[in-house]
């Protein structure tokens, strides 16, 4: 069985200093993890993803993460926050094995405060 | 390419209609989902379909049919609406053959039951 564990359910940082949401994950296989990004009334987005390549993984917009097999962490960071990052953001993780089950985590709020 | 489409984008029932959001998509996909979005809860599985023919449950599955007649369209029925299916409907695709391949999201149906 696959699990997520987004450990902050709202995160609040000032414009200009960095983000750090955090993620823990389980997996029976090697697994696949994602970011995604939702703004108010939107849609998902994909920040980026880890496929067993290089651990440090970067995304869109100044975002990046590391895989940390050893921790079971992919936690999201990026050095300076803008007010645009405001948004839910969403750690996913997909089995590489059966049918790729994919899960997801219940979502950090990210608050951008000017 | 139109990428992943959602009808319709509103839709407001009666406890006890019954209803069919549709979806589809054009990049040839295999793997299709259906995911509820509630506050808090992120998004949770409802039925995916790895091919033509092909389907199974996630996490949620009570309430909902699907079936999968086409590579293109995976349509959610909803069989007899309660209050409890008021959400944010998703639905994605992705190319199977790999938990690395990210998922491709519609722009959501907001469904209110009453």
């Known amino acids: 069985a696959q699990s997520v564990t987004q450990l902050d359910s709202h995160v609040s940082v000032s414009e200009g200093t960095p983000v750090l949401l955090r993620c823990n994950y389980s997996s029976s296989y090697s697994p696949s993890l994602f970011w995604y990004v939702q703004h108010p009334n939107k849609g998902l987005q994909l920040l980026l993803k880890?496929?067993?390549?290089?651990?440090l993984v970067k995304g869109i917009n100044g975002f990046e993460a590391e895989f940390k097999k050893s921790e079971t962490s992919f936690h999201l960071t990026k050095p300076s926050a803008h007010m645009s990052d405001a948004a839910e953001y969403f750690c996913?993780?997909?089995?590489?094995?059966?049918?790729?089950?994919?899960?997801f985590g219940t979502g950090t709020k990210l608050q951008v405060i000017p | 390419n139109a990428g992943v489409t959602q009808t319709p984008k509103f839709q407001v029932l009666k406890t006890g209609q019954s209803m069919t959001l549709q979806c589809a998509q054009d990049?040839?996909?295999?793997?299709m989902s259906w995911y509820r979005q509630d506050p808090g809860m992120g998004l949770r599985l409802i039925h995916y379909s790895v091919g033509a023919g092909i389907t199974d449950q996630g996490e949620v599955p009570n309430g909902y049919n699907v079936s999968r007649s086409t590579t293109e369209d995976f349509p959610l029925r909803l069989l007899s609406a309660a209050p409890s299916q008021t959400s944010v409907y998703f639905c994605?695709?992705?190319?199977?053959?790999?938990?690395?391949?990210?998922?491709?999201f519609g722009p959501g149906t907001r469904l209110t039951v009453t």
């Open positions: 994605a695709s992705k190319t199977q053959g790999s938990g690395s391949y990210e998922q491709y």
């Open positions: 880890y496929t067993s390549a290089a651990t």
């Open positions: 996913v993780v997909s089995d590489s094995g059966g049918y790729q089950k994919v899960t």
């Open positions: 990049m040839n996909h295999e793997y």
